[in-house]
């Protein structure tokens, strides 16, 4: 069964910095690209970016370019999420979320979230 | 970047019902569309991928259809467990876009 955990998120005053953690089991992590997903409160869903299963290849959306940056450590089956100079407007819960298939961004397996609240 | 938008923004229905929710692209996507349930407090559920192929575990009440700009989520007969908000998301370029979402009620 794939389970993924995110872990890391919390109160961080604006432009600040955290480090997200999602840990992956029940499938072959290096196969599969990992993705991040985030929700405001009250708001829909928002893909934030996503790594190629090797790591070699990295996507962001447009707000979080040159502050976000996504990384695996294939061996500790681990992704990633630094977020750096951090503003009110990225108070969301982050999902991480694995592909369903290799080389196709279905987003079939979710983890619970992680809260990241920034404020003053 | 690619847009998508999805009507009704909410939509009440009576249990039995059928049910029909639309996503519209802003460009050409193929078929590349994926719908999510989500239901309050949960992280959101993968429904149907490339546009007409149903997940694993799913109920087959669910379908979806459509291909290019234009496509649809249907519930041919609607269940109380079906209340959640529904989200389209394309993956035909490397922004990965969602929609603003559906949220559906019992009437």
């Known amino acids: 069964e794939v389970q993924l955990l995110e872990s890391g998120g919390g109160l961080v005053q604006p432009g600040g910095s955290l480090r997200l953690s999602c840990a992956a089991s029940?499938?072959?992590?290096?196969?599969?690209?990992m993705s991040w997903v985030r929700q405001a409160p009250g708001k829909g869903l928002e893909w934030v970016s996503s790594i190629s299963d090797s790591g070699s290849s990295t996507y962001f959306t447009d707000s979080v370019k040159g502050r976000f940056t996504i990384s695996r450590d294939n061996s500790k089956n681990t992704l990633f999420l630094q977020m750096n100079s951090l503003r009110g407007e990225d108070t969301a819960i982050y999902y991480c979320?694995?592909?369903?298939?290799?080389?196709?961004?279905?987003?079939?397996?979710w983890g619970q979230g992680t809260l990241v609240t920034v404020s003053s | 970047d690619i847009q998508m938008t999805q009507s009704p923004s909410s939509l009440s229905a009576s249990v039995g019902d059928r049910v029909t929710l639309t996503c519209q692209a802003s460009q050409d996507i193929s078929n590349f569309l994926n719908w999510y349930q989500q239901k309050p407090g949960k992280a959101p559920k993968l429904l149907i991928y490339?546009?007409?192929n149903l997940e694993t575990g799913v109920p087959s009440r669910f379908s979806g259809s459509g291909s290019g700009t234009d496509f649809t989520l249907t519930i041919s007969s609607l269940q109380p467990e079906d209340i959640a908000t529904y989200y389209c998301q394309q993956y035909a370029d490397f922004l990965f876009t969602f929609g603003g979402g559906t949220k559906v009620e019992i009437k």
């Open positions: 029940g499938f072959i992590f290096n196969n599969y690209a």
């Open positions: 979320a694995k592909d369903l298939i290799v080389g196709a961004t279905i987003f079939g397996s």
């Open positions: 490339d546009a007409s």
